[in-house]
């Protein structure tokens, strides 16, 4: 029953505890190197961000822990249109590419991309917009892009209503 929710949006949290005296929601989260993050939820909206940052990061670390190394044939679906991957996959080519120029160590037997561009297949999910679909096929390809809805939290009718009007070739 999504009237009982009592907040969105909220990351994977670790910790939560009640303020006893003014009643707030508190949070905590694993930062990475010991970076934590305490957060007020509020109720109602909370950003909706978190899923997404946290996903494409799980991405980005099985990509540099060399998964696809080991198992080429390996294909990953991520949904809500790789989320952000698409828009950030030049600058993490850059920063490997920077990585390896300052120490000399190459990890991956490929850059970035062409494991993100062969290996990762991209859901449309809760990004059935127009520029986002078409920026995905445009960056990963048409092969790599699936069309998909995200039921419950999105309405049906209104994707396939989204889909049924982009132009794609």
């Given at each position: 029953?999504?009237?009982?929710?009592f907040?969105?949006?909220?990351?994977?949290?670790?910790?939560m505890t009640?303020?006893?005296?003014k009643?707030?929601?508190?949070?905590?989260?694993?930062?990475?190197?010991?970076?934590?993050e305490?957060?007020?939820?509020?109720?109602?909206?909370?950003?909706?961000?978190?899923?997404?940052?946290?996903?494409?990061?799980?991405?980005?670390?099985?990509?540099v822990?060399?998964i696809?190394?080991?198992?080429?044939?390996?294909?990953?679906?991520?949904?809500?249109?790789?989320?952000?991957?698409?828009?950030?996959?030049?600058?993490?080519?850059?920063?490997?590419?920077?990585?390896?120029?300052?120490?000399?160590?190459?990890?991956?037997?490929?850059?970035?991309?062409?494991?993100?561009?062969?290996?990762?297949?991209?859901?449309?999910?809760?990004?059935?917009?127009?520029?986002?679909?078409?920026m995905c096929?445009?960056v990963?390809?048409?092969?790599?892009?699936?069309?998909?809805?995200?039921y419950?939290?999105?309405?049906?009718?209104?994707?396939?209503?989204?889909?049924?009007?982009?132009?794609l070739?």
């Amino acid at each position: 029953n999504l009237q009982r929710i009592f907040a969105y949006g909220v990351r994977n949290s670790f910790g939560m505890t009640f303020d006893p005296k003014k009643g707030d929601l508190w949070t905590t989260e694993n930062g990475g190197r010991s970076f934590d993050e305490v957060n007020r939820v509020r109720a109602g909206f909370n950003g909706g961000w978190g899923y997404a940052a946290e996903t494409a990061t799980h991405v980005v670390r099985l990509l540099v822990g060399r998964i696809f190394d080991r198992y080429p044939d390996l294909q990953l679906v991520i949904g809500h249109g790789g989320e952000g991957l698409p828009y950030f996959i030049d600058r993490i080519d850059n920063r490997y590419e920077f990585e390896y120029n300052l120490t000399g160590a190459r990890g991956l037997q490929r850059k970035p991309s062409e494991y993100m561009k062969q290996n990762i297949h991209y859901t449309t999910s809760g990004m059935n917009y127009d520029t986002q679909v078409q920026m995905c096929i445009k960056v990963m390809g048409l092969e790599r892009v699936m069309y998909a809805i995200d039921y419950p939290f999105e309405k049906q009718g209104e994707g396939v209503g989204l889909r049924e009007g982009m132009q794609l070739t």
